[in-house]
C-alpha cells in the first residue's frame, strides 16, 4: 500500500511536471521561406519536418508520395542556415549539380535553427473553376424522363446533381430534372492529394481509422463546397436537391465512404465486389445542408479497381451498342479501359500513377489557367512553341502537351524511343521556358511517363489479346478523361498511347463518368440497367497477369503500340 502511495504521488507529480519539462525543450525559431517573388516568416519548432510546416501552412508544394520520401518532388534550396547532410533518400533522388546548389527535399528536412529557404517545386494554384459544355459528352434527357420528374409537383424546380470524384479532380454538375436542363457545372481539386497523389498511397495512409476519417472528411468538406458553388451560380438552394450520384473509381468510393480501404490494398480483394455504399447518408445530407430527403448514393463499383466511373462510361459512350470492335480508354491516376467486341465487354484497369494529368512530373500541372496544352515543334527546330490555357502567363505543363513535347523529341531525334535523352539534353533536361519561372523536362518525367503508358498499354494490349479482337474490327476509339480532352491523337499514336486507327475514327469525348452519371439522374430503372451492362462484362485483373512484365517493358518504348500476335476474332 505505501508503495502504492509513493507512486501515486510520483506519477502526479511527474504529470504535474512534464508541460513544464516539455515547455523547458521546446526550441521555437523562425523559417524564412521565399516563393516565386513573394517571401514570408513562420515560428518553426525543432525536430518537426519541413514538410509539416507546408502543411500547416497551407502552402502547397508538389508531392507525389505524402512526404514519405519515394517521389523526390519536394524540392527546396538552402539560402542561408545551417541544415545536416543529405541523407541517402536525398542523394538517392538529387543530381549532384542540385546538391552542389543546396537543393534539398523538404521531407527529410528537420531544421534545428533559423533557416532561410527557396521552395522549387510549388503546385501551381487552381481553383474552383466552371465546368465548360464541352467538358461532358452531350446529353438529352428523354421527354418518359422528364415527365416522371414533372408529374404530380407543385415545386418550381427540382433539382439533381450528378459527382465525378476523380483522383484528381472532382466535377460536380447541377441539375433542373423536371426541364432536363445543366443549371451549372463546378470543377474543383480533389483535396486528397495531401496524402498523395496515387491511389495505393492514399489507400495505405487510410489503413489506419484515423487516417480514413480524416480523408473522407476532407472529400466531404470538398464535396460540401462544390454543392454550395452550383447552387450560388444557378440561384436556387441546397435543400432542394433532391437526388444527388456519385461516381469514381473504386477507390475514390472507398475513401470517400470511409470504408474497407485494408480490403483494397489485399489482392484477394481485386477481383470482388466491394461494398462501399457510406453508412450514414443523412448525416452527410445534413453536413451538406441537403433536404432530409435527399437520396444520396454512390453508383456501386464493377470489380476491383474498375469502378463506376467507367460504369458511367460505358452507358454515356453507349459502348456494347456499337457495330464495331470499340475500345474505350478512360486516361487518369488509376486508367481505367474497356473493349466491346461484339459480345463481351472486357474491362481492366491500370494504375499508372499521376503522369497523364500533369502531377508527379517536375514541371506538370493539371489541365487548368496557365498550363500548357499543346506543343508544336517544327522540323530542324530545336524550340517548342506552347499554347497556353488562359492565353495568360505560363505556369507548367499538362500531360496533352506533354505528349506532344515527347513525340516531338522522339521526332526530331533528340529522345531515343527507350526513353533516353540525345547527348545534348542528357545533363541539363529539356529547358521549355526560363521567366517568369524556369521550366525544365528532365529524364525523370521522362521516365514517370513511360511508365504510366506502359501501365495503360499493357492493359490494352491484354484486353485485345484475350478478346482475339481482328485489327480490322476496331472501328471506334473514345478517349475520355480531362487528359484526354485534350489530347492529339497523331502525338498520342506515334508514342504507342493508344494503337494506330484512322484519327477520324478516335473521339475524344471528354468526361465520360460525369456524362454517365447524368444521365443516370434520369433513368428509371438504374440498377436494371447496371445490372444488364454488368452481364456483359468480363473484368480481367492485371496485376495477375503472367505476361503483364513482358507487355509493360513493351510498351515502355516511345514507338506505335504493337498488336497483339495470336487467334484473331471476325466481329
Ligand atoms: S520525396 Fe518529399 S514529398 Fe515525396
Avoid at 426541364?179 to 492529394?193: I, T
Avoid at 450514414?280 to 476491383?304: Q, R, V
Wanted: with cysteine; aromatic share 8%.
Amino acid at each position: 500500500m505505501r508503495f502504492c502511495e509513493y507512486a501515486r504521488k510520483k506519477l502526479s507529480s511527474f504529470r504535474k511536471r512534464k508541460p513544464q519539462i516539455r515547455q523547458a525543450r521546446k526550441i521555437v525559431f523562425q523559417i524564412h521561406l521565399h516563393w516565386d517573388d513573394q517571401h514570408s516568416s513562420y515560428p518553426f519548432e525543432a525536430g518537426k519536418s519541413l514538410f509539416s510546416l507546408f502543411e500547416t501552412a497551407g502552402i502547397e508544394i508538389l508531392s507525389d508520395c505524402g512526404g514519405t520520401g519515394t517521389c523526390g518532388l519536394c524540392l527546396v534550396q538552402i539560402l542561408a542556415g545551417e541544415l545536416p547532410a543529405p541523407n541517402p533518400i536525398e542523394r538517392k533522388h538529387l543530381t549532384k549539380t542540385q546538391l552542389a546548389q543546396n537543393i534539398r527535399l523538404a521531407c527529410q528536412l528537420s531544421p534545428k535553427q533559423e533557416v532561410s529557404l527557396r521552395i522549387l517545386s510549388r503546385r501551381a494554384p487552381v481553383a474552383w473553376r466552371n465546368l465548360k459544355p464541352r467538358e461532358v459528352p452531350d446529353f438529352q434527357p428523354n421527354a418518359k424522363a422528364l415527365e416522371h420528374w414533372a408529374r404530380g409537383t407543385q415545386k418550381p424546380q427540382r433539382l439533381g446533381v450528378a459527382i465525378d470524384l476523380g483522383t484528381t479532380h472532382l466535377c460536380l454538375s447541377l441539375w433542373d430534372l423536371s426541364k432536363g436542363q445543366r443549371l451549372a457545372g463546378r470543377v474543383g481539386l480533389n483535396p486528397q492529394f495531401t496524402f498523395g497523389s496515387d491511389i495505393m498511397t492514399r489507400l495505405a495512409a487510410a489503413s489506419t481509422e484515423q487516417t480514413a476519417k480524416a480523408i473522407s472528411r476532407i472529400t466531404r468538406a470538398a464535396i460540401a463546397e462544390g454543392l454550395k458553388q452550383l447552387v450560388k451560380k444557378a440561384n436556387c438552394k441546397l435543400y432542394q436537391i433532391e437526388q444527388l450520384l456519385i461516381v469514381g473509381n473504386t477507390a475514390m468510393l472507398v475513401l470517400l465512404s470511409g470504408r474497407k480501404a485494408n480490403q483494397l490494398l489485399d489482392p484477394n480483394y481485386w477481383a470482388q465486389f466491394l461494398d462501399c455504399q457510406p453508412l450514414n447518408t443523412h448525416a452527410w445530407a445534413k453536413n451538406w445542408g441537403l433536404a432530409e430527403g435527399c437520396i444520396i448514393e454512390l453508383l456501386p463499383p464493377l470489380a476491383g479497381f474498375v469502378g463506376s466511373d467507367l460504369l458511367a462510361g460505358l452507358l454515356a459512350t453507349q459502348l456494347d451498342g456499337q457495330t464495331g470492335g470499340a475500345l474505350l480508354v478512360d486516361f487518369g491516376t488509376n486508367s481505367e479501359i474497356a473493349l466491346w467486341d461484339g459480345k463481351s465487354l472486357w474491362v481492366t484497369s491500370a494504375a499508372g500513377g499521376p503522369a497523364f494529368e500533369g502531377s508527379g512530373i517536375s514541371c506538370g500541372m493539371p489541365a487548368g489557367a496557365g498550363a500548357a496544352w499543346r506543343a508544336e515543334i517544327k522540323a530542324g527546330e530545336k524550340e517548342f512553341s506552347l499554347e497556353v490555357i488562359g492565353k495568360g502567363e505560363l505556369k507548367g505543363i499538362s500531360g496533352s502537351a506533354l505528349v506532344d513535347i515527347i513525340a516531338g523529341l522522339v521526332k526530331t531525334g533528340r529522345l531515343r524511343a527507350n526513353g533516353l535523352f540525345h547527348a545534348d539534353l542528357a545533363q541539363t533536361g529539356l529547358k521549355l521556358a526560363e521567366k517568369p519561372r524556369e521550366i525544365i523536362l528532365q529524364k525523370r518525367d521522362i521516365d514517370l511517363f513511360q511508365r504510366a503508358k506502359a501501365a495503360v498499354g499493357a492493359g490494352i494490349v491484354t484486353l485485345l489479346q484475350k478478346s482475339g479482337l481482328q485489327k480490322s474490327a476496331l472501328e471506334q476509339i473514345y478517349i475520355s478523361g480531362a487528359f484526354g480532352s485534350f489530347l492529339q491523337v497523331e502525338s498520342a499514336q506515334q508514342i504507342g498511347l493508344i494503337p494506330e486507327l484512322d484519327p477520324g475514327k478516335v473521339k475524344l469525348c471528354g468526361n465520360t463518368a460525369l456524362g454517365g452519371c447524368e444521365q443516370q439522374l434520369f433513368a428509371a430503372n438504374r440498377q436494371e440497367k447496371a445490372k444488364a451492362l454488368k452481364q456483359k462484362i468480363r473484368y480481367f485483373n492485371l496485376a495477375q497477369h503472367p505476361e503483364f512484365e513482358s507487355l509493360f517493358f513493351e510498351n515502355l518504348f516511345l514507338r506505335p503500340m504493337k498488336w497483339p500476335e495470336g487467334e484473331r476474332n471476325e466481329f
